[in-house]
């Protein structure tokens, strides 16, 4: 017996002589490594090279989510889109400083002519300041809740890709007096009782204004009447509360930014955005143009975890 190089097919494994250049069985091309092989009844024997394994199946891997943004984010680009919202906030501030001013030269003339007559500088100046206060302290809050009606309208109007203009949602409010009157009257009471505690005053007037944010906006997107969105604003407050406390931690935020004069040019209507994003994932219908008002049942609020 004698032995022979036998070359081994890298593929299939078979087996071909020393000077084949190609494997007799799968024509695969031949390498120039060979092995020593042994000869057995007149037949090169050898050693076959093992079998290459079979490739694994790799694990389904999903393709990676897109990114979700999260609803204060998406509120700043309708916001930034529509920067048309800060002019009703504008305007607001424009008659409050003009309110201011006929207020105080009134409460400056009363004090010089308290002075002038009757020589007292204390009583007659805050009995006649007083007094005034309590008769334009209305007029700041009638139109704190007529403009904050009109933002309300026209960032409903955005978010739901409409267009809006301030003579339309005037309009609407001027349609709704009765109930834009009702939130006024709600707003400049319980902030004139919640100012005059100290130190928390503020901070509780601010999450009072969160409220009347989410109440507004439902009033708005469902043609309830304010007693009726003042009480479901509370159960979709508790509902963001343990939905979603990000969306009302932000809404917090705004609203105590908008005791900011100037800053509140951007907060207040953001504010109403982010709530309005907040309604619509959740039931309420986006706002679509109609000759005649159609009165929608109010989804309840998502339920609580």
């Known amino acids: 017996m004698g032995n022979d190089l036998t070359k081994y097919c890298t593929k299939c494994g078979a087996a071909n002589t020393d000077d084949a250049r190609f494997c007799s069985a799968c024509g695969n091309p031949l390498t120039l490594t060979s092995q020593q092989g042994g000869s057995w009844g007149g037949q090169s024997q050898g ?25 204060a984010e998406r509120a700043l680009n309708i916001f930034t889109k529509n920067l048309g919202l800060i002019l009703p906030v504008l305007i607001l501030f424009i008659a409050d400083l003009i309110v201011g001013a006929i207020v105080g030269a009134i409460v400056l003339i009363t004090v010089l002519h308290g002075v002038l007559t009757a020589g007292s500088v204390v009583y007659t100046p805050l009995f006649f300041g007083g007094a005034l206060a309590f008769v334009f302290g209305p007029v700041f809050w009638l139109l704190t ?14 978010a739901s890709a ?43 007037e601010s999450l009072f204004f969160a409220y009347i944010v989410v109440a507004e906006t439902l009033m708005f997107t469902q043609n309830s009447s ?47 955005l982010i709530t309005l994003v907040y309604l619509f994932d959740n039931g309420v219908q986006r706002f679509t143009p109609s000759t005649t008002p159609i009165t929608q049942p109010t989804p309840p609020p998502p339920p609580t975890m």
């Open 226 to 272: 304010a007693p009726t969105a003042l009480s479901r604003a509370v159960e979709w407050v508790r509902s963001m509360a343990n939905s979603d406390a990000l969306t009302l931690v932000v809404l917090i935020v705004a609203s105590i930014l908008s005791e900011i004069p100037i800053l509140n040019f951007f907060t207040i209507p953001y504010a109403a």
């Open 47 to 71: 050693q076959a090279p093992s079998q290459p394994q079979p490739a694994q199946p790799t694990q389904y891997q999903p393709p990676p989510q897109a990114y979700q943004q999260s609803r």
């Open 162 to 204: 409409q267009g809006y203009s301030l003579s339309q949602a005037w309009g609407e409010v001027r349609s709704r007096l009765s109930d834009v009157i009702i939130m006024a009257v709600v707003l400049g009471v319980v902030n004139t009782l919640l100012g005059l505690l100290p130190f928390i005053g503020w901070l509780l």
């Open 145 to 158: 809740g007529v403009f904050l009606s009109i933002v309300v309208v026209e960032a409903r109007n955005a």
